[in-house]
Every structure is written in C-alpha cells, then in structure tokens.
C-alpha cells in the first residue's frame, strides 16, 4: 500500500529566510505527488503537484517542490518566508487503485516568526 | 462559484444519536471524498464516489455510511454517532482522471458526547 511520511510534525523558520517541509512517499508504479497547505479552521488548498516530467515543480504563493525518485522525495521549499506562510501541511500521493484517491501524510505545522 | 460547501459547520450529538453531514459542490465535479481529520494523523478517507449512484469504502468506513443520490451532492450519514467518531471531516471533490487535484470544503467539526 502507498504512504507518505512527513517526518517532521514542526518547522520553525524566520522571516525572509529559506524553508523547506520535507516528504517522502512509498508507492508502487508512478508516483503523483501532491501538496496542500490549510490555514486554520479552513479546508484545505491545493498548493502544487508532480504528475511527470520537470523534477521542479513551482506552484501557488511562490511555493516550489523537488521531486527526488532516487530518494523518493517530494520536499516543499520557498525561497524567502512569509509570516503568512504559517499554517498546517501536507503531503500526499495519490492512490493507484484508481478514483483519484489521495493518501495524506501526518502534516507539518510551519511556524514563520518575524 | 461557491466551490465545496458543507452543512452543519459544528455539530454536538450524544452517543447514540444520528446525523447526516452535506455536502454541495457546484464545480461539474464526478468525484467526490469524504474526510476525517484528527491530530496526528493526517486525513484518512471515510467514502468516495466516483459518480452520481455509487459509493465506495475509503479506509475508514466503520460507523458511516453515504450516498449520492444526485452529482452535485454527497452525503455522510452516521447511525449510531459514538464519542470516537468525535473529529473534523471534510468533504472533496476533483473532476475525473488520474492527475486532477481535489478542491475540499471548509469542514464540519463534529463533538460525540
């Protein structure tokens, strides 16, 4: 069966300086990636996603993602970080039984201080 | 757009109590996903459907159960709510094929007494 694991369950960065939220997956076949990120008491948002092709993946809010398969990595960086980059994320890797299904990592809070 | 609503957005039942959980999605979505969310463990899927009449068990179907009667509508149901089923759940929705992302709802926090 695929998982993801999100080893971290925080990450503390300062303002302005790079951060990275760390994932890795295990799935059989292809692997499509995905993050999403969820502020509180909201749902959550679609941030980026890896299907084929460039192991860089830019997405939403200046969010990028390097997808690693020697590794089997897919982690979340941003160059410079943002007070309101603070929020809950996740990892997820869709399963390949079909129906789109998505199998979530525990999540990462990333906490962004000034 | 709306996008993904849901209906109640809190919810306090005893044990022993029935309620069902709405949800609405205006996108034209085939797909839709029903969600727990508990500390620590990420987001575990409940149900699915993949088209208006059918439904299938995600990972955690114990104690729930669903129906799509129409494509814009999923509906969670729990029979007998107990205190383990206390959680937030989200409900999602993607169009079809395999690489389309999922647009989730804003939750409905559920406390079982």
């Known amino acids: 069966a695929q998982s993801v694991a999100q080893p971290e369950d925080q990450v503390n960065v300062a303002e302005g300086n790079p951060l990275t939220v760390k994932c890795t997956y295990s799935?059989?076949?292809?692997?499509?990636l995905f993050w999403y990120v969820q502020y509180p008491n909201r749902g959550l948002q679609f941030l980026l996603k890896y299907i084929t092709g460039d192991n860089l993946v830019k997405g939403s809010y200046g969010f990028e993602a390097e997808f690693n398969k020697s590794q089997t990595s897919f982690h979340l960086k941003k160059p410079s970080a943002l007070v309101s980059d603070s929020a809950l994320y996740f990892c997820a890797v869709r399963d390949p039984g079909g129906g789109n299904k998505l199998t979530f990592g525990t999540g990462t809070q990333l906490k962004v201080e000034l | 757009n709306a996008g993904v609503t849901q209906t109640p957005k809190f919810r306090v039942l005893k044990t022993g109590q029935s309620m069902t959980l709405l949800c609405a999605q205006d996108m034209n979505h085939e797909y839709m996903y029903w969600y727990r969310q508990d500390p620590g463990m990420g987001l575990r899927l409940i149900h699915y459907?993949?088209?208006?009449?059918?439904?299938a068990k995600g990972e955690v179907p114990d104690g729930y159960n669903v129906s799509r009667l129409k494509k814009q509508n999923f509906l969670l149901g729990l029979e007998s709510a107990a205190p383990s089923q206390t959680s937030v759940y989200f409900c999602a929705s993607s169009y079809s094929g395999q690489y389309n992302e999922q647009f989730f709802g804003p939750g409905t926090r559920l406390t079982v007494l």
């Open positions: 459907s993949v088209g208006e009449g059918t439904t």
């Open positions: 799935v059989s076949g292809n692997p499509y």
